[in-house]
């Protein structure tokens, strides 16, 4: 699988918007996006996924670089149930393992 | 059930012990994932099973994991004489089966703690 690289943490204050930023320079055409995240204590969540344009969904959107080598989660407006560890996945199609790396720990300050 | 169940939710178990984790999946769900997470790490592929099939189970560590799927839905992981280095969280998910080029989300439980002691 192709791995990707997203910073160990980030910071963000309560009702602000977050940038969460994954490169995956070695994407291949077939490379679905995934994100997903995990509260403590729970396991992880599905968050969002897309492929080429940019997607929505009630809980984020996520903006894909028009080549693929990036994309950013956007949580609109962070609340402390947003602190969590955001891990962002390179999946081929079908029901193929997810990969998952050390992810993104966001911490959000009330 | 709603989601994912795995049970027990916490097992301590003595160094040279066999142990059972079982995980029942959402209903319905063709593939099933085992996963591993040591604390501060990301989870840890170990197996798919695909219907009561082992698709891939290139993540096992060694053999003394096991595990099975025998009618496609309950999945039994077993790990045989445990070591120290096995305690860590062990997570399962289920999903339905995508068709074409379409993902299908994967659901988690919520883990069984294993400590070995």
């Known amino acids: 699988d192709a791995k990707t690289t997203q910073p160990n943490s980030m910071e963000s204050n309560e009702e602000e918007p977050v940038h969460l930023p994954c490169n995956h320079s070695?994407?291949?055409?077939?490379?679905?996006i995934h994100w997903y995240r995990q509260l403590p204590s729970q396991g992880p969540e599905y968050v969002i996924h897309g492929l080429t344009s940019n997607v929505n969904n009630r809980m984020a959107s996520l903006a894909i670089a028009e080549d693929r080598k990036s994309s950013t989660l956007i949580l609109h407006r962070a609340t402390l149930r947003d602190a969590a560890v955001y891990y962002c996945i390179l999946r081929v199609t079908g029901n193929t393992p997810l990969v998952f790396g050390k992810g993104t720990r966001l911490s959000v300050i009330a | 059930g709603a989601g994912v169940s795995q049970t027990p939710s916490n097992k301590v178990t003595e160094k040279g012990k066999y142990v059972e984790l079982r995980c029942d999946p959402i209903?319905?769900?063709?593939?099933l994932y085992w996963y591993r997470q040591s604390l501060g790490q990301g989870p840890e592929f170990l197996i798919y099973f695909q219907g009561t099939g082992a698709a891939d189970d290139s993540g096992l560590p060694n053999d003394r994991f096991f595990a099975v799927r025998p009618e496609g839905s309950v999945s039994t992981l077993k790990i045989q004489r445990t070591e120290r280095g096995d305690s860590a969280v062990y997570l399962c998910?289920?999903?339905?089966?995508?068709?074409?080029?379409?993902?299908?989300?994967?659901?988690f439980g919520q883990g069984t703690r294993l400590t070995v002691v």
């Open positions: 998910a289920s999903s339905g089966t995508g068709t074409g080029r379409m993902n299908t989300e994967a659901f």
């Open positions: 209903s319905g769900h063709t593939a």
């Open positions: 070695t994407i291949s055409g077939t490379d679905y």
